[in-house]
């Protein structure tokens, strides 16, 4: 979740954090020379700034080749990143793509009410399925989930945006062994409960998925007691 905002923390005078991570991330995938995929919530609100939108669009448009999904925070018709850099993304909401081999599936964030039929129309020979969705698996003690990873079908793996931490998780099923499931988490400190370490996925052709370290601002946490 980039969340790419003026500055979650400006008022405290902590700027850019979000866009820093995202030239990180976009400068990893240039010096790899591979496309990226972005996992919904790459911008904080559905009607973003100005400045926000033109550094969005100055960093898609010198690559690398972005696929996305949308999630909640930015879901727009048509979407932002479609506006902005529509030579330089993909929007893959419900449709499936091949990278390297792999065929993958993308779904935006959708409304708990219509997420079960979604899923179920996930073809049988996806082998990654990119998700956005509030889960069960992460969120079920603290909020009320929207759905559950057990009810992905037939993929291998799923990536999946909303969740704020790095997680690496398998989900038993009633089909299909159990689920593969990656949450990259955010790539900054949006809520100062948050974990202070931050990560990209770098996922290869085997379906091996390898978490790497973005290098944010350093947190200092202080607890005082009487």
Not at 135 to 154: C, I, K, N, R, Y
Request: proline share 6%; aromatic share 8%.
């Amino acid at each position: 979740d980039l969340h790419l905002d003026d500055g979650n923390w400006a008022d405290s005078g902590i700027a850019n954090d979000s866009r820093w991570s995202f030239q990180y991330v976009c400068q990893v995938a240039r010096q790899l020379q591979t496309q990226q995929i972005l996992l919904g919530d790459v911008l904080d609100v559905r009607r973003p700034s100005s400045s926000t939108l033109d550094f969005l669009q100055d960093e898609l448009l010198i690559g690398p080749l972005t696929y996305y999904i949308e999630g909640q925070h930015e879901r727009a018709d048509p979407p932002w990143l479609s506006v902005v850099a529509s030579t330089g993304s993909r929007n893959v909401d419900g449709k499936v793509f091949k990278l390297h081999g792999l065929r993958i599936a993308g779904i935006s964030w959708t409304p708990a009410d219509r997420l079960a039929e979604r899923l179920a129309a996930i073809p049988a020979d996806v082998d990654v399925v990119l998700l956005h969705q509030v889960w069960e698996q992460f969120m079920g003690s603290l909020t009320s989930p929207e759905g559950s990873l057990a009810d992905v079908p037939h993929a291998k793996l799923a990536l999946t945006g909303d969740y704020h931490k790095y997680a690496a998780i398998k989900v038993p099923r009633l089909k299909g062994g159990p689920l593969r499931v990656y949450s990259p988490g955010a790539t900054h400190l949006r809520k100062i409960n948050e974990p202070s370490k931050h990560y990209l996925l770098l996922l290869q052709a085997d379906l091996s998925v390898t978490p790497m370290l973005i290098p944010t601002r350093r947190v200092i946490r202080l607890v005082f007691e009487q």
